[in-house]
């Protein structure tokens, strides 16, 4: 059987060396803004991913200090922090078409991020 469903160990890893030669805010926008919202999505329809959610959400907060995850959901809502930010922020909008889907997808990762930010962060969240 594989074990995909530990990957998040191995992008914990990718996730410190990262930091070390980026900084802790590309590290937390791989982490957090890419490989923990993936896995929040997957988790929904793969029970393995969904055991192994609390232990990759522990990982992060011995990984970041609450302050560093708190700053970086405060950058991605205030549109600092480039891919996902635009997806709160709407991306690009030049036509004039409403796109259901694309309205549907943003709210979902909406949905995400603050499920994310409850999970990491439970007291920060208002």
């Not at 409403?98 to 499920?115: F, G, T």
Request: net charge negative.
């Amino acid at each position: 059987m594989s074990e995909f469903h530990r990957i998040w160990i191995d992008q914990c890893a990718a996730a410190e060396g990262i930091r070390e030669r980026f900084g802790v805010n590309d590290a937390l926008r791989y982490l957090v803004g890419e490989k923990l919202l993936l896995f929040m999505a997957v988790s929904h329809e793969q029970p393995q991913f969904a055991a192994e959610l609390p232990q990759f959400v522990n990982r992060i907060r011995d990984l970041f200090e609450t302050h560093e995850i708190v700053s970086f959901f405060a950058a991605l809502e205030a549109g600092q922090v480039p891919d996902p930010a635009k997806l709160l922020n709407g991306g690009d909008s030049e036509g004039t078409e409403i796109d259901e889907d694309a309205i549907v997808h943003a709210a979902e990762k909406m949905l995400l991020v603050e499920n994310a930010r409850r999970l990491l962060v439970p007291d920060a969240v208002d």
